[in-house]
């Protein structure tokens, strides 16, 4: 398999424009995260999906940010518009969950990320 | 709200020390908790999870434990190489989800 995919991998853009990162997770997981990365706030998650369907969208930070998963093999997360604050990278992760059988032992997967400039 | 602190945030030693990284957390209700490595400009690779029941896990020169009870884990690194600098960061997850919550992780670097 060839793990998580992310595009595009950087993407500098200007105040204003609409901005859209992409993912592909890993065939037959059915969660996925995404995350975004700062020096002043860390590793914090923005949205969680399972079987497509947004669960915790709590990390969301604003109106602006907006994702979809519109099957099981394909994710998009939509900045409109843009701001220099929100420059980052942002990750996409996926995992298998079971559903009513909980695995402890399992563990998410990440993509490379996309590095994100708003100038 | 669970809250997750790494010690020291960076390391800088010469090649052949013996490394612990600290990891504590404000809730011991949790399933696991994981380590992971994230080298620069990449995303994060698991190294080794510990289950809620276990007390430590294995893999090669890297030793990780846990206990619950005062909301610590640690992370050993036997004989350090200048191919572990990276960035190590702990993660825990609560019960019943695979939400984790992540720590801001330990810069380390290893100077041959």
């Known amino acids: 398999d060839a793990g998580v995919i992310q595009s595009p991998r950087h993407e500098v853009t200007e105040m204003g424009q609409e901005v859209t990162l992409r993912c592909k997770p890993i065939?037959?997981?059915?969660?996925l995260f995404w995350y975004r990365q700062t020096m002043m706030r860390g590793l914090e998650l923005l949205i969680y999906f399972n079987n497509n369907v947004p669960i915790d969208d709590s990390g969301m930070p604003e109106d602006r940010f907006s994702a979809k998963m519109p099957n099981a093999s394909f994710s998009t997360l939509k900045i409109q518009p843009s701001e220099p604050r929100d420059s980052a990278v942002y990750f996409c992760?996926?995992?298998?969950?079971?559903?009513?059988?909980?695995?402890?032992?399992?563990?998410?997967?990440f993509g490379p990320g996309t590095r994100l400039t708003v100038l | 709200k669970q809250e997750v602190t790494q010690i020291p945030a960076a390391l800088s030693v010469p090649e052949g020390e013996n490394l612990v990284l600290n990891c504590s957390f404000t809730d011991s209700a949790i399933y696991n908790l994981q380590w992971f490595r994230q080298d620069p400009g990449k995303g994060l690779t698991s190294l080794l999870l510990i289950q809620s029941s276990q007390r430590e896990q294995t893999s090669g020169r890297l030793n990780a434990s846990l206990d619950k009870s005062s909301g610590r884990s640690t992370l050993y690194i036997a004989a350090s190489q200048p191919g572990d600098s990276a960035t190590y960061l702990c993660a825990v997850i609560r019960g019943g989800s695979y939400i984790p919550t992540f720590g801001r992780g330990t810069s380390l670097i290893v100077h041959p």
């Open positions: 992760a996926s995992i298998f969950d079971p559903g009513d059988s909980f695995a402890s032992t399992d563990t998410q997967y």
């Open positions: 065939s037959g997981h059915n969660s």
